[in-house]
């Protein structure tokens, strides 16, 4: 089951190229198949955003492992967001706590 909360997400790409954010979403999914990735359209601009993190240490691993594999070259941005997560993992990060 999906909790929504706050958390974590990475801002990863903000066009008017359709093509270019389908292109990155799916080297993306090829890179990392257990994330989520969120292609959201704000006009006249496609957002790509990628996880679903409580933490921002994580979110920022991610982040480093998205630049050194160059599918990207412009700036990628940890965002705070409502994210979702299994609740499963909500639980495990209330009893690391």
């Not at 997400?9 to 799916?26: E, F, G, P, W």
């Not at 979110?59 to 412009?74: D, H, L, P, Q, T």
């Amino acid at each position: 089951k999906l909790h929504s909360t706050r958390g974590y997400r990475l801002m990863i790409l903000s066009t008017n190229d359709r093509k270019r954010a389908i292109q990155v979403r799916s080297q993306l999914l090829q890179l990392f198949p257990d994330q989520s990735i969120y292609m959201v359209f704000q006009s006249p601009f496609i957002k790509l955003k990628f996880g679903n993190f409580l933490e921002r240490s994580e979110a920022n691993e991610f982040r480093k492992e998205i630049i050194a594999s160059k599918i990207i070259n412009g700036n990628i941005y940890v965002v705070s967001e409502m994210v979702d997560v299994k609740s499963e993992k909500l639980n495990q990060t209330e009893v690391q706590q």
